[in-house]
């Protein structure tokens, strides 16, 4: 089975619908490709996904939230990427959700921020093998 590298991930269908008409260099998509087994990165991503998830689930039908998932949608480069997550921490705040700092089990990474976990719903992993950098 091949996959297209241009497309992101099934196992993070938040961005993956995010991305529908992204062009194949935004940073997303470029970190997917450059990934490969590299946890860190691969971490990373999971944690964006989760961040994304809960607060499209909180946001859904707001016009203002469309218009954020568009211009995610645009970015052009790593320091837009992690200015827009910065943004995504603060609306998971304001919109009254809780996040939590998570110390992942790779050491190459110090640890991420992710929406607490709600009751019911699964848990936040972490790798449990070093990873590269």
Not at 4 to 19: G, H, N
Not at 32 to 61: F, I, Y
Not at 88 to 114: E, H, K, M, N, W
């Amino acid at each position: 089975m091949t996959s297209d590298a241009s497309q992101p991930s099934a196992a993070r269908p938040v961005l993956q619908r995010w991305l529908t008409d992204a062009s194949h260099t935004h940073p997303v998509r470029v970190m997917e490709v450059a990934a490969g087994t590299n946890l860190a990165v691969l971490v990373g991503l999971d944690a964006l996904e989760t961040m994304a998830a809960a607060l499209d689930a909180t946001a859904t039908g707001d016009p203002r939230w469309r218009r954020k998932i568009a211009e995610f949608g645009q970015l052009t480069s790593m320091g837009q990427l992690l200015e827009m997550r910065a943004e995504f921490a603060l609306a998971l705040a304001d919109a009254g959700i809780g996040y939590r700092s998570v110390t992942p089990r790779c050491s190459a990474l110090q640890s991420l921020i992710t929406p607490a976990r709600r009751a019911g719903s699964a848990p936040a992993t972490s790798p449990t093998r070093p990873c590269s950098v």
